[in-house]
Structure formats: structure tokens, C-alpha cells
């Protein structure tokens, strides 16, 4: 199969492609190389490199516009339908947990829901648009994910760095939030290109909801590590969590939370 993956400099791009590039032929294309908010350059790609699949990875980030947001907005919007009208077998898009008015939900509240912030609804607009398309198509929703390619500042990276580097452990503020190792992403995304997955839309979650307390004391647990753990904000942020039960009937077999920590701290050695 020829895959483009769009984003594909970003974090999930750099995760994807080595393990996809294995089986399957993979374009991850920079933002310099391929601008997808071109339709023309987008459709000629495709056609160029003979694309039935696309992993619809890439991001705008609203802080580099409007301040309202609305400019991230509808360039959210235009990129996915440029991509949405390509002449291909298969597409896997990536949602998010702002969707949902509230925490812990499932997939059929989530889409019946109106989202609270604009970013949100971008995603939620997309959801309700891809499952009317009139080929394969996946909606893969998460709240957070974490992996050896994610940037230096996020939670995971930093501090696990900072376990290596013998250095407290830093939390802005605690929360109850859901992450997905990217190595359970990455199987989930495979069962789509082998058609086992049947579901179209699907949220990407473990089933126990965690604060970012208790995963830095499981961090210091794997790394046999006794460094302390610093939170500096003391009221526990809001709750971001969705509801994992659907993936969990799907039985791919995820490995869990304890052992994407374990792979990425061996990674980051």
C-alpha cells in the first residue's frame, strides 16, 4: 500500500513511518514540501505517487493565527476536506478529547455532543463529515498520547529526562487525564490498514483514568528511581479523559501504560 502521511515531520509522522515503512511504501512529506492546504499540489501528489491511503496527521496550531481561533478554524476544516476529496481506499483521521462537553464519554455521546471550545468543533465537524464519505474511513480520538519522538517539553519526555538526569520530577498542575502510548496507537492504526478494526469511530484510551501524579509515582516505580515529584500549582486542573471501553471490545492485544513508560524511558537511555 502507498501511504501518505500528512504532518508527516510532526510527532506522530516521525513515530509512523519507520514501522509502517516496513510493509508499506510511506510518503511523510514537511509542511515545505507538500502544503496540503493546496488542493491542486495535494491531488497531484496523490496521483503523482499512486496514494490510496492517507494518515491524516497534520495540525494547525491556533496560536499562530487569530487569537479568536477562528482562523485555525476554518484552515482545520479546508485542510481535511482538500484531503477528504482525494481519490483513495482508505483514510484514518485523528480526532481529539475536546469534542466532548464533558469527561469520560463514548463515541455516540461525543458525536451528539456540542463541543465547549472552537478547536473542538473543528474536530467534531470533521467526525460527522468523514463518516459520510463513500470509502473507508477512521476517526481515531484521543486526549493525550506520549512516545520517544514527542517534543522535549511534554509531560512524559521531560520527565523522564529529568528521572535520567536524577532531577525532580515536575507537574504544573495535577489532572485525571488519558494518555495512549504511541506504541498502542501505531497497533490500533495497523488493525485499520489490515481490516480488523470494524469501527469507524473509535476513542483511544486506556479504561483506568489516572491523575499526572499517579503516572509520575509509576514512572519512578519502573525507573527504580526516588527522585521527588514537584507539583507546583496546588487545585487539581480539570478532568480530560474519554471513554475507552469500545477499543478495549475490539481485543488488539494493547500493552498499556506501564509498558509504553518502559519502552520510552529504554528509548530515551
Same mark, same amino acid.
Given at each position: 500500500m502507498n501511504i501518505l502521511i500528512t504532518g508527516g515531520q510532526g510527532f506522530l509522522g516521525r513515530s509512523f513511518t519507520?514501522?509502517?515503512?516496513?510493509?508499506?511504501?510511506?510518503?511523510?512529506?514537511?509542511?515545505?514540501?507538500?502544503?496540503i492546504l493546496d488542493l491542486e499540489l495535494l491531488t497531484n501528489?496523490?496521483?503523482?505517487?499512486?496514494?490510496?491511503?492517507?494518515?491524516?496527521?497534520?495540525?494547525?496550531?491556533?496560536?499562530?493565527? &487569530?487569537? !479568536?481561533?477562528?482562523?485555525?478554524?476554518? #484552515?482545520? +476544516?479546508?485542510?481535511?476536506?482538500?484531503?477528504? /476529496?482525494?481519490?483513495?481506499?482508505?483514510?484514518?483521521?485523528?480526532?481529539?478529547?475536546?469534542e466532548s462537553d464533558r469527561p469520560n464519554q463514548c463515541e455516540d455521546y461525543i458525536r451528539s455532543c456540542?463541543?465547549?471550545?472552537?478547536?473542538?468543533? &473543528?474536530? !467534531?465537524?470533521?467526525?460527522?463529515?468523514? #463518516?459520510? +464519505?463513500?470509502?473507508?474511513?477512521y476517526n481515531l /480520538?484521543?486526549?493525550?498520547?506520549?512516545?520517544?519522538?514527542?517534543?522535549?517539553?511534554?509531560?512524559?519526555?521531560?520527565?523522564?529526562?529529568?528521572?535520567i538526569n536524577r532531577e525532580p520530577i515536575v507537574i504544573y498542575q495535577d489532572r485525571i487525564m488519558d494518555f495512549i502510548s504511541i506504541y498502542d496507537l501505531l497497533l490500533v492504526v495497523e488493525s485499520i490498514i489490515n481490516r480488523i478494526l470494524v469501527y469507524q469511530d473509535i476513542n483511544c484510551a486506556y479504561l483506568y483514568k489516572i491523575k499526572l501524579s499517579e503516572i509520575a509515582k509509576t514512572m519512578l516505580t519502573l525507573t527504580k528511581s526516588t527522585t521527588p515529584i514537584i507539583i507546583e500549582q496546588p487545585n487539581m486542573n480539570d478532568e480530560y479523559t474519554i471513554d475507552g471501553n469500545l477499543l478495549y471490545s475490539c481485543?488488539?492485544?494493547?500493552?498499556?501504560?506501564e509498558d509504553g513508560i518502559r519502552r520510552m524511558y529504554e528509548a530515551l537511555l
Open positions: 519507520p514501522i509502517l515503512s516496513q510493509k508499506h511504501t510511506v510518503f511523510a512529506p514537511s509542511h515545505k514540501e507538500l502544503d501528489f496523490v496521483r503523482q505517487h499512486n496514494i490510496n491511503c492517507i494518515i491524516h496527521a497534520a495540525t494547525i496550531l491556533s496560536r499562530e493565527y &487569530s487569537p !479568536s481561533g477562528l482562523d485555525a478554524f476554518y #484552515l482545520t +476544516l479546508r485542510m481535511f476536506e482538500n484531503v477528504a /476529496r482525494q481519490n483513495i481506499k482508505l483514510l484514518i483521521n485523528f480526532g481529539s478529547g475536546e456540542v463541543p465547549p471550545k472552537i478547536s473542538g468543533l &473543528s474536530k !467534531s465537524i470533521i467526525t460527522q463529515r468523514l #463518516l459520510s +464519505l463513500p470509502y473507508p474511513a /480520538r484521543f486526549a493525550g498520547y506520549f512516545g520517544p519522538e514527542e517534543l522535549n517539553n511534554r509531560f512524559f519526555k521531560s520527565n523522564l529526562k529529568r528521572i481485543r488488539l492485544g494493547l500493552s498499556g501504560l
